[in-house]
C-alpha cells in the first residue's frame, strides 16, 4: 500500500482543502431538505436492520415461521421486520444480535 501525503494550503483560499464544507450549500439547504435526508437515512437504517434479520433467520436454517416460534414472536412480525416495514428494538434487536453470535446459546435459553 502506498501513502500519500499532501499539504493543504488553509491561506489559499481559491482552492478548497478536502474535507471541507461549502458554506453557500449549507446555506442554502432548506429544513424540507433536511427532511428528506432523514427520512432518507431512516430508510436505509430500516433495510440495514431487515438484512440483518433475514441474515440471523437464514444462518439458523429456519422458515420465518419456524422462527417465530422459536423466538415468540408473530410471524407478521417477523415479516415485517424483514420487509423493512418495521425495525426490531429492544430486547427483539439484542436476541438477535446473541443469535447471530452465539446461536446455539440462545436457542437453548429460549426453550
Known amino acids: 500500500m502506498k501513502t500519500v501525503r499532501k499539504t493543504i494550503d488553509v ?3 481559491g482552492v478548497k482543502p478536502v474535507g471541507r464544507f ?3 450549500r449549507v446555506d442554502a439547504t432548506t429544513e424540507a431538505d433536511i427532511a ?4 432518507l437515512d431512516d430508510a436505509d437504517a430500516m ?5 440483518f434479520a433475514r441474515r ?3 444462518r439458523l436454517g ?3 415461521a419456524e422462527f417465530a416460534e422459536r423466538i415468540n414472536v408473530s410471524l ?8 423493512g416495514k418495521r425495525s426490531p428494538t429492544g430486547a427483539a434487536k439484542a436476541l438477535l444480535k446473541v443469535l447471530d453470535k452465539a ?7 429460549l426453550h
Open 36 to 39: 428528506t435526508h432523514k427520512s
Open 47 to 51: 433495510l440495514d436492520a431487515a438484512k
Open 76 to 83: 407478521d412480525t417477523i415479516r415485517n421486520w424483514e420487509q
Open 62 to 64: 429456519f422458515s420465518q
Open 103 to 109: 446461536p446455539e446459546a440462545a436457542l437453548a435459553a
Open 11 to 13: 491561506l489559499n483560499h
Open 56 to 58: 440471523v433467520r437464514r
Open 22 to 24: 461549502d458554506p453557500q
